[in-house]
Nanobody, 127 residues
Framework: QVQLVESGGGLVQAGDSLRLSCAASGRTFNFYAMGWFRQAPGKERDVVAAISRSGGNTYYADSVKGRFTISRDNAKNTVYLQMNSLKPEDTAVYYC????????????????????WGQGTQVSVSS
């Protein structure tokens, strides 16, 4: 079983950067594909980025391509989301999630695939 704890959120101005971290407990982190999702008030939870077990394959929502980067360090049981050129529309609660994956190069963009979720971290971007 893996448990997830996000950190790194905060209040920033448009154009600033933040790096979110998601630390996983347990010794099986490298068996999980990971994803970052976000949910703004009154909206559904949407995928931001996803990464395969190996880190070799990634997926980005169109709205964040070129600005956000997902990465993972399996030795540290941690997945990251580097967010640059933040915009007010990026304001949301950001969640990391884990899905046990058979294949090392698969990633998953649909939140319904994920079974483990963190508690979320708030990101607020002012204009």
């Amino acid at each position: 079983q893996v448990q997830l704890v996000e950190s790194g959120g905060g209040l920033v101005q448009a154009g600033d950067s933040l790096r979110l971290s998601c630390a996983a407990s347990g010794r099986t982190f490298n068996f999980y594909a990971m994803g970052w999702f976000r949910q703004a008030p009154g909206k559904e939870r949407d995928v931001v980025a996803a990464i395969s077990r190996s880190g070799g394959n990634t997926y980005y929502a169109d709205s964040v391509k070129g600005r956000f980067t997902i990465s993972r360090d399996n030795a540290k049981n941690t997945v990251y989301l580097q967010m640059n050129s933040l915009k007010p529309e990026d304001t949301a609660v950001y969640y990391c999630a884990a899905k046990f994956a058979t294949y090392t190069e698969d990633y998953y963009a649909d939140p319904a695939h994920y079974t483990k979720w963190g508690q979320g971290t708030q990101v607020s971007v002012s204009s």
